[in-house]
């Protein structure tokens, strides 16, 4: 039962991640008016996660590049994988919910941690849960050690809110776990939020591929494809 469960976990998060920015927008933009009442300055918060979520077309560009003859090199965006969504003691409901919609609309599996406000973030899942985001994309893990939390295999990343000291903290601890090396997507600007308004604040969050096309192949004379062996 353990293995099927994580079998379907994985598909489930990997549906969600081919997906495609804009059509996970869609589920995003249903919750954001909900979300932003969770937040204390409503208004403030659906300008911004507007923002966040008007970039979604942006995500889902493919960029030619220069390859060799007979092969197309298409360059595109996808999620990290595994992304942990923190709040430190300090941090604001509008920045964690503002990552935390950076990190779904990227297409990435998310774990929400903020247990300073614990009821804020059952609510929060509760509203993506409701607008169609599966709990095998989305859980929250308020019950646990954050410090533990940031030993889970394959941890790709933690978009952590809060001060530069807790930030710091997650940091210094991130450094000291095996595996795979795990990126600090930090805000700590409690009041305009502008870490979030930068060009490449949704880019921390996606890891870049190339997808490579043998056209020779396609064109039909698929004999060419011996001529080095």
Same mark, same amino acid.
């Given at each position: 039962?353990?293995?099927?469960?994580?079998?379907?976990?994985?598909?489930?998060?990997?549906?969600?991640?081919?997906?495609?920015?804009?059509?996970?927008?869609?589920?995003?933009?249903?919750?954001?008016?909900?979300?932003?009442?969770?937040?204390?300055?409503?208004?403030?918060?659906?300008?911004?996660?507007?923002?966040?979520?008007?970039?979604?077309?942006?995500?889902?560009?493919?960029?030619?590049?220069?390859?060799?003859?007979?092969?197309?090199?298409? !360059?595109?965006?996808?999620? +990290?994988?595994?992304?942990?969504? *923190?709040? #430190?003691?300090?941090?604001?409901?509008? %920045? @964690?919910?503002?990552?935390?919609l950076a990190?779904?609309?990227?297409?990435?599996?998310?774990?929400?941690?903020?247990?300073?406000?614990?009821?804020?973030?059952?609510?929060?899942?509760?509203?993506?849960?409701?607008?169609?985001?599966?709990?095998?994309?989305?859980?929250?893990?308020?019950?646990?050690?954050?410090?533990? !939390?940031?030993?889970?295999? +394959?941890?790709?990343?933690?978009? *952590?809110? #809060?001060?530069?000291?807790?930030?710091? %903290? @997650?940091?210094?601890?991130?450094?000291?776990?095996?595996?795979?090396?795990?990126?600090?997507?930090?805000?700590?600007?409690?009041?305009?939020?502008?870490?979030?308004?930068?060009?490449?604040?949704?880019?921390?969050?996606?890891?870049?591929?190339?997808?490579?096309?043998?056209t020779t192949?396609?064109?039909?004379?698929?004999?060419?494809?011996?001529?080095?062996?």
């Amino acid at each position: 039962m353990a293995t099927e469960f994580k079998k379907n976990h994985g598909q489930v998060c990997e549906t969600w991640r081919l997906l495609g920015a804009v059509n996970r927008a869609t589920y995003l933009q249903e919750a954001a008016p909900r979300l932003a009442l969770l937040t204390g300055d409503a208004n403030k918060a659906k300008r911004l996660f507007n923002h966040l979520l008007s970039a979604a077309p942006m995500l889902d560009e493919e960029h030619r590049m220069t390859g060799a003859t007979g092969e197309s090199n298409d !360059l595109y965006v996808t999620g +990290r994988g595994k992304t942990m969504v *923190v709040g #430190g003691e300090s941090a604001r409901a509008m %920045a @964690v919910l503002g990552q935390l919609l950076a990190a779904l609309l990227t297409g990435n599996e998310v774990i929400l941690h903020c247990p300073s406000q614990d009821e804020m973030c059952v609510e929060a899942a509760k509203i993506l849960y409701e607008s169609g985001i599966s709990d095998d994309v989305l859980s929250v893990a308020n019950d646990s050690q954050t410090v533990t !939390l940031l030993y889970i295999d +394959r941890l790709a990343q933690v978009a *952590v809110s #809060g001060n530069k000291q807790e930030v710091q %903290a @997650v940091s210094q601890e991130l450094a000291k776990t095996d595996g795979m090396l795990t990126q600090v997507i930090s805000v700590t600007d409690m009041d305009g939020f502008s870490e979030m308004l930068t060009p490449d604040y949704l880019y921390r969050f996606v890891t870049e591929r190339v997808k490579t096309i043998n056209t020779t192949a396609i064109g039909g004379n698929a004999s060419l494809l011996e001529l080095g062996t």
